[in-house]
């Protein structure tokens, strides 16, 4: 048994990868091993595996993988089909979960999207979404430049044995459910700085003048004033450039240089 393995050039994500198919892999063998430990001759066993690996989000801050295959056995009338799916963050290598997708509460606004698509690739076919949570949906999605694929095997949703149905459903559809990290992933701003709580990134008014966060800032402080000849020149260049300073003053040395205060 020949086995290769999907490999994205990171630890972290290959590895992750690399159990996936392992897993996969011993699960055949069991079974298969079990078969021919009920018959007197070795059955015949087949299986195959396959992968597609994409990016998505802005300059390819995600990749996404489908694992999908089949296997049979001798006896069986038709091959089991199996599919797969896991996306990672390319820069820390961390597989994404339902959560990194999808907003909360995106289970039913998202069946119904799934049931209309369905309906309109499948539409000779009885299929319905009832008896399959979307629960887990990271499993079945594959992340594309321009939308979300999911996949679906005909024994959760058809009538009708049909191997894995699969959906095509752009982002735009999606916007309104999907979680606010992966909008943030989708957006021109990916990768550039983010205001913080209460920051909204545009000018304000302070102390009479207008601040722009935007830009860059330094704060200014002398300690140990003041002083008679150089804290005056320092106030001078202030006025002149219409900044501001903090001055942290000796106590002992306030009362003779009112002056200056």
Request: charged share 25%; aromatic share 10%; with cysteine.
């Amino acid at each position: 048994c020949a086995v290769y393995y999907p490999r994205l050039e990171n630890q972290a994500m290959d590895a992750i990868i690399e159990e996936k198919v392992n897993s996969k892999v011993a699960s055949f063998k069991e079974d298969a091993g079990n078969l021919a430990s009920q018959e007197s001759q070795q059955p015949h066993a087949w299986f195959f595996m396959d992968f597609r690996s994409v990016q998505a989000g802005t300059n390819g801050n995600i990749a996404s993988i489908r694992l999908f295959g089949w296997s049979r056995k001798a006896g069986e009338e038709a091959p089991q089909y199996f599919s797969e799916c896991l996306s990672f963050d390319i820069a820390s290598g961390r597989q994404l979960v339902d959560g990194d997708l999808f907003a909360d509460g995106y289970q039913q606004p998202l069946a119904e999207l799934c049931s209309a698509a369905l309906a309109e690739a499948y539409p000779d076919q009885q299929i319905s979404l009832e008896n399959c949570p979307l629960d887990g949906i990271a499993s079945r999605a594959l992340l594309t430049s321009s939308g979300i694929e999911l996949y679906f095997s005909s024994s959760e949703i058809a009538s009708a044995d049909l191997g894995i149905l699969s959906i095509s459903l752009s982002y735009e559809s999606l916007n309104a459910i999907l979680s606010k990290e992966m909008q943030y992933r989708l957006s021109e701003t990916y990768g550039q700085p983010q205001p913080g709580p209460g920051d909204d990134r545009k000018p304000f008014e302070s102390g009479g003048r207008m601040l722009d966060p935007s830009k860059p800032m330094i704060a200014l402080s002398f300690d140990d004033g003041p002083d008679s000849e150089v804290t005056p020149k320092i106030l001078d260049l202030l006025k002149q450039y219409d900044a501001r300073a903090t001055f942290c003053v000796v106590g002992n040395r306030v009362g003779s240089r009112k002056d200056v205060v």
